[in-house]
């Protein structure tokens, strides 16, 4: 301890917290004016290179700037820690600005880190073949013929806002559509239309969930699921699904699951990233755990016209009639057009024990005006008369050879294995994870893809606990899906994870 002040301590001090904030002595002009003072130029100078020491008062100005002890930067005190609480202050003009807080635990990585390297080697010239995004368009996947010349039709009826549901046209046809699926009580008030689902999963989240609130959820999910439950402050509950089981929700877990804060469970069917559709028997269990427990069910059914195998897909509103069913679907992926960007969903069965949830979802739903018009004026064409994504669904078509296709390979590689999908695009094969070593499956996807040029995402994105899975979407071409699978075979041939 020193009692005398130094002139060359104090100066060595205001160039060391200069230093390690990285302001110049404009910032720290600025910043003394933002708290009153008026400090000179030349004078500051002088303080900066020890010609002279300030009055008190200065040096407690910047000790409050700084956050450091008048005395320490004075030189008459020794403080070792100030050294390391230095550095947090920001030039004015210099500000930078972090992401929320409310992000803090939102996972989406099927556009995450991996799929950020992947762009990077794009960049750079290198060819990646993706496999990582259910985007049929630039598959070769045309949208029907009938729904843009439609649209253009249309186009200039759809310059303005729409109610902020929809169109009465588009809600009427899902509606009906609704009404084909057996799902009771709809009424043309109860559908809101949105720019895709992704937006009505969000919206219905914002709606719901308070601090605290639990949903149940599958693993593996469609993390936008988990990732809106938890913007929204509530907590997702993930219930296993059953490999062994065709990947079908474990219902002894679901009901491990449930506690006094669970207000919903999710369930997607038909599956992504599975590729599982829930037969009857399974959804009129997961509606008993629902009825016993008072729980909203959210079921995203948007791949329910693309199902395989003669198999038909089956509302789970439909088997409860007496419960609060929310229904989302779209024309994303059964018409192509998952850049027009329209999805619905459909309030059914009990909604009397829902109108204040449903005020807030109205709330929510004029406070974005309405959805994209020019896509809600094709929905009555998409939903009404030929469908024809059915073609690509039975053999012969591309989503069912590619199928089965992807589902022979991947089986052939030894180490790995997969259930066949029985709809959607997708399918999740399992990792012999003791085999190739692999403890950290986004690691392994990296690998895959520095390797192969091949980007896969690995099941953590979709919250899948364990480091032995990944998706394949299989929506290129077998010609395409041939020389992928030839490549993880090689891949799977030397790999081992260090
Ligand atoms: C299960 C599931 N739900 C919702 C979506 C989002 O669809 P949309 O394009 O309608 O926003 C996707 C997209 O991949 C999905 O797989």
Redesign the pocket.
């Given at each position: 301890m020193d009692s005398s002040f130094s002139g060359s301590i104090f100066a060595d001090r205001l160039n060391l917290l200069l230093e390690q904030n990285n302001l110049k002595q404009v910032d720290l002009i600025k910043l003394a004016e933002q708290k009153g003072a008026t400090i000179g130029k030349s004078r500051l100078s002088q303080y900066i290179s020890g010609k002279t020491v300030p009055r008190r008062g200065v040096i407690e100005l910047f000790a409050d700037i700084f956050g450091v002890d008048p005395d320490w930067l004075a030189g008459t005190k020794d403080d070792p820690e100030v050294q390391a609480h230095a550095g947090t202050v920001q030039a004015p003009g210099k500000r930078t600005f972090s992401k929320s807080a409310k992000l803090d635990n939102v996972l989406y990585d099927?556009r995450g880190p991996v799929v950020d390297t992947a762009a990077v080697m794009e960049s750079q010239g290198t060819h990646v073949l993706k496999l990582n995004?259910?985007?049929p368009a630039p598959f070769g996947f045309r949208t029907p013929d009938e729904v843009i010349y439609d649209m253009r039709m249309q186009l200039t009826d759809c310059e303005g806002y729409s109610d902020s549901k929809g169109l009465f046209s588009a809600r009427k046809a899902i509606m009906q559509y609704s009404q084909l699926k057996n799902v009771p009580n709809v009424a043309i008030e109860d559908v809101y239309t949105?720019?895709?689902?992704?937006?009505l999963?969000n919206l219905s989240m914002q709606a719901l969930l308070d601090s605290g609130d639990e949903v149940l959820i599958p693993a593996p999910d469609?993390p936008?699921?988990t990732a809106c439950v938890t913007l929204a402050g509530g907590r997702a509950v993930h219930y296993r699904c059953d490999e062994q089981a065709d990947w079908y929700p474990d219902i002894a877990d679901i009901r491990k699951k449930v506690s006094s804060r669970t207000k919903a469970i999710v369930i997607?069917n038909p599956?992504?990233p599975t590729g599982a559709l829930y037969p009857r028997d399974v959804l009129e269990q997961i509606v008993e755990v629902a009825r016993e427990h008072n729980l909203i069910i959210f079921s995203?059914e948007?791949?329910d016209r693309l199902v395989m195998d003669g198999l038909e897909h089956i509302s789970i509103a439909s088997l409860a009639p007496d419960l609060f069913c929310v229904t989302?679907s779209?024309?994303?992926?059964s018409h192509m057009i998952?850049g027009f960007?329209?999805?619905w969903m459909v309030l059914s069965g009990n909604k009397s024990v829902a109108s204040d949830y449903i005020q807030g979802l109205n709330m929510l739903a004029n406070m974005r005006l309405c959805s994209n018009v020019p896509a809600q004026s094709v929905v009555q064409t998409a939903l009404g008369g030929y469908q024809s994504v059915k073609t690509y669904t039975v053999p012969g078509g591309r989503i069912y050879e590619q199928r089965e296709f992807i589902w022979k390979a991947l089986n052939d590689i030894p180490g790995i294995s997969a259930v066949k999908p029985k709809a959607?695009f997708?399918i999740f094969p399992k990792i012999d994870t003791a085999r190739f070593n692999i403890t950290n499956d986004e690691k392994f996807a990296l690998d895959l893809l520095r390797e192969k040029k091949i980007l896969i995402i690995h099941g953590g994105g979709f919250n899948w606990p364990e480091p032995d899975h990944f998706r394949v979407v299989y929506l290129p071409r077998v010609e395409v899906l041939e020389d992928a699978a030839e490549k993880m075979k090689d891949f799977f041939a030397h790999y081992r994870q260090r």
């Open positions: 099927v995004i259910g985007n949105g720019n895709g689902v992704s937006e999963i469609y936008l699921w997607i599956n992504n995203d948007i791949y989302f779209g024309l994303s992926k998952a960007r329209i999805g959607a997708y």
